[in-house]
């Protein structure tokens, strides 16, 4: 390596290093004050704590019905944005996009007006004779998955309307002129075509369902606690370094797995 | 689109439904943010622009606010300058372990955020005795850094390195080669960069939240404070407030690089 390249490299590096390597290996092996097995011993005593078990349980499920629920409705909203002629589409790809530049705090916080006491689906409910009083709808697992589902869509929009982007429209036409019905045609053409975009979404809406925290912070409450929820208060109300860390292990195995399967997937889907 | 729906029922039932749920909440945010009522509620009583002006001269929400401008516009800055430079000697300079080295660079990606914010709270502010602003400037920093890395390396690899050679061959320093010919072609990516980190930056929750101090406090994570302790439309006032003003970066990035490409470039 020459000089020059070093020196445009390391000052990069550097705070690459003090900003994000070192601290966060150094968690994991010695938070402070603690002995250096702390962190695994923790880690082996929570997945064998019920109650850790159950917030563990309600991150996965609650991030695999999120996932399902993007690239269920994302995938259609990018199938029609990609094969739309109007001059809407492009109108329609920007709204889909926008989202992701406004704050997660704005966007989740509009769950609260909506689903609240005081609330607009509440009010629709009792007004029009649906329920004598305004059902529990704030701090339940459904309000949390209604929150990330609106906090991703629009990922799995962008990854899903590449994917379908590149695949080119004359076989959807090749395909019916063989006689394959709409319904047939879909599957069995652009779906396997697109795969790769719908595991790319599905790996990022669920990687970000599990580890964010406004969402479950603002809509979960106390009484739906998940992982994200859960370190915050290690960390800051009962200051218990080794949990903090072994529940940010967690967090952070869980991304690795899935990064890893969906990076098999996508390598296996490339071969056959 | 219409006539893709109406031959497609149920895909476009699904993504009526999809953007229902992305940008119906948003609109009622708005709505409330101009009630003339004392709490949160819909529909809002009344209409007026007294939460608004709660809003802008509420002390908390505007010493964050300019912490919040500080702190992006010095992460993404930084970030940048640290970057580009890094970017350039990942795709031109001629050293082994390049994938890998690059791989380094976007490593702030794989790991939750919130897991990173305990790591810096715990070993710099708590271990080393940082104050918190360096720590956020820090940590902000490396958040943005893949962006830097990646969205101007995708420019960068659309620029043909002979072009630069020619320069060279014409006479111009190396200096000059790279003032003049490589810059100009990044520029798009380099804007691109910039208006992702300051975007990202600002918006942060997961990363600032364990790093927040009574001197300096980041916006969103003072208006979830706020939420637990009152529930007024000052709140919702100030969450229309960014909203406009992410309306107005939203056109700029439209009509300068196209939003499509500013984030196509961060998605693999």
């Known amino acids: 390596m020459s000089r020059k390249t070093a020196l445009l490299l390391l000052p990069g590096l550097a705070f690459l290093a003090a900003g994000f390597l070192v601290p966060a290996v150094a968690m994991l092996v010695a938070p402070p004050g603690e002995e250096t097995a702390a962190v695994v011993t923790r880690l082996a005593e929570m997945i064998t704590d019920p109650y850790e078990l159950r917030i563990i349980g309600r991150t996965v499920t609650i991030g695999l019905i999120v996932t399902g629920l993007c690239v269920g409705l994302g995938f259609p909203i990018a199938y029609l944005l990609a094969r739309s002629t109007s001059r809407w589409g492009g109108v329609l790809l920007a709204l889909a996009i926008f989202p992701l530049l406004l704050s997660n705090v704005v966007r989740t916080f509009g769950w609260l007006v909506l689903l609240g006491a005081n609330g607009a689906i509440g009010k629709l409910l009792t007004s029009t004779g649906l329920a004598d009083e305004s059902p529990q709808m ?52 652009v779906v396997p075509l697109a795969l790769p975009g719908i595991v790319v979404a599905a790996t990022l809406v669920f990687a970000g369902s599990v580890t964010a925290y406004t969402t479950p912070y603002l809509l979960g409450g106390s009484g739906q606690r ?26 952070t195995i869980l991304v690795f797995l899935v990064s890893a399967v969906s990076s098999l997937a996508g390598r296996k889907g490339a071969t056959t | 689109m219409r006539g893709n729906g109406t031959r497609r029922p149920v895909a476009a039932t699904l ?38 002006e709660a809003a802008v001269t509420y002390d ?68 080393l005795g940082l104050d918190n602003l360096t720590t956020l400037l820090l940590g902000h920093t490396a958040l943005l850094l893949p962006y830097a890395v990646r969205v101007t390396g995708a420019s960068l690899a659309l620029a043909d390195p002979a072009v630069e050679e020619a320069a060279r061959g014409l006479g111009a320093s190396p200096v000059r080669a790279f003032l003049t010919v490589t810059l100009p072609l990044l520029r798009p990516g380099i804007f691109s960069a910039g208006l992702l980190g300051f975007v990202t930056s600002f918006n942060n929750v ?41 309306v107005v970066i939203a056109v700029i990035a439209e009509r300068t690089v196209g939003f499509a490409k500013i984030f196509g470039g961060i998605n693999r």
């Not at chain 2, 953007?19 to 007026?48: C, D, H, K, N, Q």
């Not at chain 2, 908390?60 to 580009?84: D, H, K, N, Q, R």
């Not at chain 2, 890094?86 to 994938?99: D, E, F, K, L, Q």
């Open chain 1, 226 to 251: 998940m992982l994200a929820t859960q370190l915050f208060t290690y960390a800051s109300v009962s200051v218990d370094w080794a949990a903090a860390s072994a529940t940010a292990l967690i967090m």
């Open chain 2, 206 to 246: 997961p990363l600032s939240l364990l790093l927040q101090d009574r001197e300096f406090r980041t916006l969103p994570v003072t208006m979830l404070d706020y939420v637990q302790q009152s529930y007024n439309p000052r709140i919702a006032a100030m969450a229309t407030l960014i909203l406009a003003a992410t």
């Open chain 1, 138 to 189: 704030l701090y339940t697992p459904l309000a949390i998955v209604l929150g990330l589902t609106q906090l991703f869509l629009p990922l799995a929009v962008i990854s899903c309307y590449s994917a379908v982007a590149q695949i080119d429209p004359g076989l959807d036409d090749a395909a019916r002129g063989l006689g394959a019905g709409r319904t047939r045609t879909f599957w069995t053409v």
């Open chain 2, 15 to 52: 993504a009526v439904l999809g953007y229902i749920i992305m940008i119906v909440p948003i609109l009622f945010v708005v709505a409330t943010a101009f009630s003339a009522g004392r709490t949160l509620r819909f529909p809002p009583e009344g209409f007026s622009l007294q939460w608004f």
């Open chain 2, 60 to 127: 908390p929400f505007m010493e964050s606010l300019v912490s919040s401008l500080y702190l992006a516009i010095g992460a993404t800055a930084l970030a940048l300058l640290l970057g580009v430079p890094a970017t350039i000697a990942i795709h031109r300079g001629r050293i082994p372990g390049r994938g890998l080295l690059e791989g380094l660079f976007l490593s702030p990606l794989i790991v939750p955020e919130l897991v990173v914010g305990l790591a810096l709270y715990q070993q710099l502010m708590i271990g």
